[in-house]
Every structure is written in C-alpha cells, then in structure tokens.
T-cell receptor, first 110, second 117 residues
C-alpha cells in the first residue's frame, strides 16, 4: 500500500520562510507533486520532483530524497495570499492515479 | 488556453437518485482523471480515462462509473446516491505525451460540489 504523511496545520508570519514536510512509503515511486488549494477552490499545480534534489520556482522550492522517502515544499517571502492547504501527492510507475496526503493547512499571519 | 471546466458547479440530490457530472479537459489533453474530496478522507482517486478507455480505477463501489468521448470530454455517473457521496468531485486532465508514465502533470478543474440529502 501507500502511506503519505504531512503535518495537519502550520502557522507562519508574513515575510517569513516556511517548510512543509512530506514523507511517503510506496512501491514503484515515479514522482511527487505539490499542489496548493485555497478553500473552496480546485488544487493548483506547484511543482513536480522525480529525481533527488531541489527544484526552484520563484518563491516556491521543492526538494526530494528518494532514498529517504522525503520531500519538502519551501515557501519564501510569505504573503497573506499563501494561506491555503498544501497537498503532497505521489504517482507510481505504470499508474496515472495520484495518491494524496491529507494536506497541510497553512495560516499566514500579519 | 482555457482550463479544465466542469459542470454543474453545484448539485443537490436526494438519496437513491443518480447524478451525472461532466468534465471538459484542457484542449489537447487526452487523459482525464476523477477524484472525490471529502473532509474526512481527503482527495481520493476514482478512475482515469484515455482514448475512451478506462485505464485505472480506484477503490470505489460499482455505483461510480464513467466514460470518455472521442473529443476527450468525460462524464462520471453515480447511481443510487447515498449520504456519504456528498463531496467535491474534481476532474483533472493531463497531456500524456508518451514519455515515461507519471511525468505528465494533472491540472484540476473547479469541481462539482454534490450534496446528497
């Protein structure tokens, strides 16, 4: 089976940096996605990692360690609009189904 | 390029009824996946279609079914609705370039919020 864990809630201050962790256990790992979801809206794609290392995209970066089954999403220069749920999802070789973690609800405070 | 569209956006049904939801993928995308999102279970995979064929199926009862048309548009149907079927139903499309599987990003539509009374 698959198991994906991420913290339920996090709070951070506007302008700061926050790291959201995700650990997973799965066979046939073929990539990890991060999505952002504002309340009442659809998930929006943020990043995709399949090889070890850091992928940087503006204020957002995502890191993957396949040997440790670990990823994190780093958000820099936090803005109020970054208050949302952040979903970690894993895809397995030969399948197109994304398996999602339960999501981390991030609250950015002034 | 227009994003994934889903209709209707909101739906209220009663137990025992059936419902059909529609999804139009991003132009050029051939793969359509459906997910159910609830507060208790989170986002769960229902099924995926490509070239009018169901390629993957999640762990849902047979009351949940779907299909895909030649223009890649997809529908999902839920028969004999139960209270527990109340959820946000999300459709996602991906290009499926023929490269290694799993490398095509899925883009989500706004969802259909189904309430079963």
């Amino acid at each position: 089976g698959q198991n994906i864990d991420q913290p339920t809630e996090m709070t951070a201050t506007e302008g700061a940096i926050v790291q959201i962790n995700c650990t997973y256990q799965t066979s046939g790992f073929n990539g990890l996605f991060w999505y952002q979801q504002h309340a009442g809206e659809a998930p929006t794609f943020l990043s995709y990692n399949v090889l070890d290392g850091l992928e940087e995209k503006g204020r957002f970066s995502s890191f993957l360690s396949r040997s440790k089954g670990y990823s994190y999403l780093l958000l820099k220069e936090l803005q109020m609009k970054d208050s949302a749920s952040y979903l970690c999802a894993v895809i397995r070789t030969g399948r197109r189904a994304l398996t999602f973690g339960s999501g981390t609800r991030l609250q950015v405070q002034p | 390029k227009a994003g994934v569209t889903q209709t209707p956006r909101y739906l209220i049904k009663t137990r025992g009824q059936q419902v059909t939801l529609s999804c139009s993928p991003i132009s050029g995308h051939r793969s359509v996946s459906w997910y159910q999102q609830t507060p208790g279970q989170g986002l769960q995979f229902l099924f995926e279609y490509f070239s009018e064929t169901q390629r993957n199926k999640g762990n849902f009862p047979g009351r949940f079914s779907g299909r895909q048309f030649s223009n890649s548009r997809s529908e999902m149907n839920v028969s004999t609705l139960e209270l527990g079927d109340s959820a946000l139903y999300l459709c996602a499309s991906s290009f499926t370039s023929g490269r290694a599987l799993g490398t095509d990003t899925q883009y989500f539509g706004p969802g259909t919020r189904l309430t079963v009374l």
